[in-house]
Nanobody, 113 residues
Framework: QVQLVESGGGLAQPGGSLRLSCAAS????????MNWYRQAPGKQREWVAE???????NYADSVKGRFTISRDNAKKTVYLQMTSLKPEDTAVYYC???????WGQGTQVTVSS
């Protein structure tokens, strides 16, 4: 079982930036693709970005060009750098180990002036 702990959420102004972190426990981290999802109030959870074990990345169209996912296998941490934030990016952000039931507890991101 992998434990995931997200951090870095908070309040940002439109056009601002935040960097989310997801720290993982366990020895399997480097072997798995990692994903970020988000869930806005009253909406279904949606996929945001993925990074493979080899470092390949994919993004939802809604965040492409604004968000960057990265990972540091030595630190067992995956990051989500968010720039040019929009109010519609407001959500709870979760990290997830692909193909497993391992989810973090989420971190709130609010984009508002």
């Amino acid at each position: 079982q992998v434990q995931l702990v997200e951090s870095g959420g908070g309040l940002a102004q439109p056009g601002g930036s935040l960097r989310l972190s997801c720290a993982a426990s366990g020895s399997i981290f480097s072997r798995y693709a990692m994903n970020w999802y988000r869930q806005a109030p009253g909406k279904q959870r949606e996929w945001v970005a993925e990074i493979t074990s080899g470092g390949g990345t994919n993004y939802a169209d809604s965040v492409k060009g604004r968000f960057t996912i990265s990972r540091d296998n030595a630190k067992k941490t995956v990051y989500l750098q968010m720039t040019s934030l929009k109010p519609e990016d407001t959500a709870v952000y979760y990290c997830h180990v692909k193909y497993t039931s391992n989810w973090g507890q989420g971190t709130q991101v609010t984009v508002s002036s």
